[in-house]
C-alpha cells in the first residue's frame, strides 16, 4: 500500500469520525487487505486452510472435563493473565509500601470500567481491615443533631449509582521535567473508573440542621494514618457522596472497606477511605495531608492550597509502551484507542495528532459519555511500516477547558510542582512499531527547520 | 407511629415517585424520627453521645500499620464479606457439578454491574482453560472467503463496549409449579450484568461476504461440551457480538476465555462460551442443546422450537429472603429496591404492590436505564410493625410488553415448561419481618371474599 493511499485512509477515517458507523465502510473494504495479511502471519494456518476442519483438531481443554462450577465460587483471572496486575515502584514508596501507591494497567483496560481488583490503591497507613459491625460514622461540629450511623442504619438511606472515576493529583506528577517511566501503568495509571452506590451527603444533612456558619466539612479515615481532608461546603451541597458498593459489590479493603468519601472529579485524596468521621467548622482544618502534600508550588516559591479539580486529560492506551506496533505489516488497518477524563464536566471532544500536536484530526468518542467519567475515544488508522508518528491526545470538556501544551503548562506553573498536571501526552511510533515515551515542546520547541524539540525517555 | 401517618407516607412517596428527588423533601422530614430511633437502637451509643470523641476510641485498625499495597497486587474482598459468593445446588446439577450452574447473590448486588467474580456460571463440560495464544476462531459456511483468526487478529478490528445483562432462561424455572426457593439468589440469580468490550460480527462479515443462501449462524464453543447453538442472521446482522472484555478486564475462564458470543438480551446458552466457530447454512443445526433442551413444552404436549429473547421481568431485591426486615422499628423509612429486565428492549416503567397484585404504585427508575440491561427501582417505605404485606413487582418494556400474572402465564404456557419464566414473583413481608417466598394467584385466586389463594414456601 503507498503513501498515498494510506493517507487516504486517514482522511476517510477523518471525515467518518463523527459518524455512528465508525466510518466502517471504508475500514472494510480495507480491511479485505488486514484478513489476507492476517492470515499470512498466522504460523499454523493458510487462508486456503480455513474452510478445513483440520484446524479443529483436538484440544487439552475440547477433550476434558473442565472445572465443576462448585470450584471458585468467588471467581479469579484465567492464569494466562497473571501479568495484568496492579504495579508499584520503589520511587512512589518513600521506603514504604504502606504509604505507597499501586497503579491501574490503563493498556489492559477496556470501556470505562475498572474491575474492582486491578483498581488502584493509595494508602498512608497501609491497608486497614475494618469490622464493619463494629465501625461507626460520627456526623459532628456545627449541626443541629450530631448523630452516629451504624452501616445499617447508613444504607437505609435512599442509595444512589454513579460511575465516576477517581484520580490521585500525583497522576503524571513524576514527569515535570519530562517522560520518568517508558510505560502507560506508571505514567498514567494513578487513576480507575468504576460504578459507586452509597448516599448523597447533602441527603443525610437534611437530618441534622446544618449551621449557617459551617462552611468546610472535615473527612476523616479510621486508619491508622487518620487521614484527614477538608471539603468545601459548596462541593458536599453538590454531589458528594458517602460510598459502600463499588461495581456491583462491597467496596475492596483497599478502597475503604466499609465506606470512603467519594468527591466526584475531584483529587483522589480527598475522598477518604475507612470513613469515621465527618465535622463542621466555618474554617478548614490544614491537616498534615492538605499543608505538606497536595498543595501545588509555583515558580514563586508559593503553593496553591486549595486546589481540587482534576482538570481534563486525555491518554492513548494502545499503542502504548506495553501495547506496541513491531507485530503490524504494512497497510495493516488498527484501531488508535485512548481514554479521556475531566474531573469539572463532561468530555466533549478529544483530537489526536500524528506529529506532536502540529496538526489535529478528531477522533470518535465511543459509549456511554458521562460526566466526571472516563470516556472511551477512538480512531482508525492504516499502519505505513517504518513511518515514525508523534502521537498526541488532546482532550476537551465542557465546563470550556481543553488540554494545555507542555509549554503552556510549564509557563503558568513551572516544574516544581507535583500535583495536577495535565499537559498532552506524546507517544513516538519508532520505524520498528516500538512505542516511546517523549515529551514535545509542541507551542516553542520547534528548531528555525519546523524541527521538533524532544526529550525521551527509552 | 399511626397507621394513618404510614399511610399518607406511602401516598406521599408515590406522589413522588416520578420526581427526581425520589420524594426525599418528605422522606426527610419522617427520617428524623429515623435517625432517633437508629440511635436508641444502637446499643453501644445513645444520642447525647453523638458528639462525644469517646466513640473514636482506639480500634484495631485504627492503631497498627495496615497491609502494605505490594499485597494483593489483584485484590480480593473484605474476609468480612467471605459469605458473598456464587452458590449452587444439587437440584439444579443432575449429579454432575461439570453441567451445572453457579448462581449470583443478586440479594447484595448494587446499581447495574455484577462483579466478575460474582457473575453467574452455567457450563456444560465445565470450566474449560484456554491458551489464548493456541486458540482460533474459524469463520466458515456460506461465506465468500472463509477465515481462521488468532486474538491478535480478531482484537484488530474496532471494539465495541455495551453494558447487557445475560440471564439462563431457566431462570425461575423450577418455580412454574409454585416456589421452590425461600430464597432471592436461588429463586432469580441465574443472571447477571456486566460492560462487554468485543466486536459486532456484522463487522467482520463485511469482509467475508456472506452468500443469500445464509440464513443461520451456527456458533460453536471450543470447551469439552462442544457446545452449539443456532442463531437467525437477522439478530446477527442486528447486535450479536463476539466479546473478549468483561468489566474492564479479560473474560474470566468461566465466561468462556478468551472469547464468547453474546447475543444481547437472548436466552444465555445462545451465548456460546470459549468460542472457536462461526459456521454459515440454509437451515438450523438443531443441535443436541437446542433440541433436548431450550425448548418450551406446551399444554398440547408440542414444544416451542425457537424461543430466544428473554422476556421483560422484574424482582424485588431488598427485601428479600436474605434481606429481612426484622430489625426494623415501627415508622422506619426502609428504601425498597429491585431490578427489571427485558431482552426484547428498554425499562420503561415498574409498579410495585403491597397486596400481591391487586393495587400498584409506580416505582423509581434508578441510575442508568438502557437497552438489553438491568434497571434498577426504587421505592421508599414506611415500615409498619406486624403488617403483613405481599410485594409484587411488575415491570414494562418500550417493546409494549408487561409482566403477566402467574395465572395468565400458567394459562398460556401451563405448568410443564421449563424456560421463560417471566409471570411477577411475591415476597410475604411477615408480621415479624421475615420474609417468605410466595405465590398469589392475583387474577383468578381470590375467594368470594376477595382473600387471596397463596401457595407459600417457609
Redesign the interface.
Known amino acids: 500500500m503507498d503513501i498515498k493511499k494510506s493517507q487516504q485512509d486517514v482522511e476517510s477515517a477523518t471525515d467518518n469520525s463523527k459518524d455512528s458507523s465508525?466510518g466502517?465502510?471504508d475500514?472494510?473494504r480495507k480491511?479485505?487487505a488486514?484478513?489476507v495479511t492476517?492470515?499470512a502471519?498466522?504460523s499454523?494456518?493458510a487462508?486456503e486452510?480455513?474452510?478445513d476442519p483440520a484446524?479443529?483438531e483436538p484440544?487439552p481443554?475440547?477433550?476434558?472435563?473442565?472445572?465443576?462450577?462448585?470450584?471458585?465460587?468467588?471467581?479469579?483471572?484465567?492464569?494466562?493473565?497473571h501479568n495484568?496486575?496492579?504495579?508499584?515502584t520503589k520511587l512512589l514508596a518513600s521506603g514504604?509500601?504502606?504509604a505507597?501507591?499501586?497503579v491501574t494497567p490503563l493498556q489492559?483496560?477496556?470501556?470505562?470500567?475498572?474491575?474492582?481488583?486491578?483498581?488502584f490503591?493509595?494508602?498512608h497507613?497501609?491497608?486497614?481491615?475494618?469490622?464493619?459491625?463494629?465501625h461507626?460514622l460520627?456526623?459532628?461540629g456545627l449541626v443541629e443533631?450530631?448523630?452516629?450511623?451504624?452501616m445499617?442504619?447508613l444504607k437505609?438511606?435512599?442509595?444512589?449509582?454513579?460511575?465516576h472515576f477517581i484520580e490521585c493529583p500525583a497522576n503524571g506528577g513524576q514527569e515535570w521535567r519530562g517522560p520518568q517511566y517508558n510505560s502507560l501503568q506508571f505514567a498514567k495509571g494513578f487513576m480507575s473508573c468504576a460504578?459507586?452506590?452509597g448516599v448523597y451527603i447533602k441527603?443525610i444533612l437534611?437530618?441534622l440542621g446544618v449551621k449557617k456558619e459551617a462552611l468546610w466539612m472535615l473527612a476523616e479515615g479510621?486508619?491508622?494514618s487518620?487521614m484527614g481532608r477538608t471539603i468545601p461546603m459548596e462541593k458536599v451541597w453538590d454531589d458528594a457522596m458517602i460510598v459502600?458498593?463499588q461495581?456491583?459489590?462491597?467496596?475492596?479493603?483497599?478502597q475503604g472497606?466499609?465506606i470512603r468519601l467519594l468527591v466526584p472529579g475531584w483529587e483522589g485524596n480527598l475522598c477518604v477511605k475507612?470513613l469515621?468521621?465527618l465535622d463542621f467548622a466555618s474554617e478548614p482544618w490544614y491537616c498534615k495531608e492538605e499543608t505538606s502534600k497536595y498543595t501545588v508550588l509555583k515558580p514563586t516559591g508559593k503553593a496553591i492550597q486549595h486546589f481540587y479539580a482534576n482538570e481534563v486529560n486525555s491518554t492513548v492506551t494502545s499503542p502504548s509502551p506495553e501495547i506496541d506496533w513491531t507485530?503490524l505489516e504494512d497497510g495493516?488497518?488498527?484501531?488508535i484507542?485512548g481514554l479521556a477524563w475531566s474531573g469539572m464536566g463532561t468530555i466533549t471532544g478529544v483530537d489526536l495528532s500524528f506529529d506532536g500536536g502540529k496538526n489535529y484530526v478528531e477522533a470518535k468518542l465511543?459509549?456511554?459519555v458521562l460526566p466526571k467519567c472516563w470516556t472511551?475515544w477512538?480512531y482508525?488508522h492504516t499502519y505505513k511500516k517504518g513511518q515514525e508518528l508523534f502521537l498526541t491526545s488532546r482532550a476537551r470538556d465542557d465546563a470550556g477547558y481543553i488540554q494545555p501544551t507542555v509549554d503552556q503548562e510549564i509557563l503558568t506553573v513551572g516544574v516544581e510542582a507535583v500535583y495536577h498536571r495535565n499537559a498532552v501526552e506524546t507517544w513516538k511510533v519508532e520505524k520498528d512499531g516500538k512505542i516511546t515515551h517523549v515529551e514535545v515542546r509542541s507551542q516553542l520547541g520547534r528548531k528555525a527547520n519546523g524541527e521538533l524539540v524532544i526529550e525521551g525517555k527509552a
Request: hydrophobic share 30%; aromatic share 10%.
Open positions: 465508525l466502517r465502510r475500514f472494510f480491511t479485505a488486514l484478513s492476517a492470515l502471519g498466522t499454523l494456518l487462508s486452510e480455513a474452510g484446524i479443529l484440544t481443554w475440547g477433550t476434558k472435563w473442565g472445572d465443576p462450577v462448585t470450584k471458585n465460587l468467588y471467581g479469579m483471572p484465567s492464569k494466562y493473565e495484568v496486575t496492579r504495579r508499584y514504604n509500601f504502606r505507597s501507591i499501586a489492559e483496560s477496556s470501556g470505562i470500567i475498572t474491575p474492582n481488583g486491578l483498581f490503591s493509595r494508602c497507613g497501609g491497608v486497614a481491615h475494618i469490622d464493619p459491625n463494629e461507626r460520627m456526623i459532628t443533631k450530631p448523630l452516629v450511623l451504624t445499617k442504619q437505609r438511606y435512599p442509595s444512589v449509582t454513579r460511575t460504578e459507586w452506590t441527603d437534611k437530618d479510621g486508619d491508622s487518620k459502600w458498593g461495581n456491583g459489590e462491597a467496596l475492596r479493603p483497599e472497606y466499609p475507612w469515621r468521621r507485530d495493516d488497518i488498527v484501531e484507542e465511543k459509549g456511554l472511551r477512538s482508525m
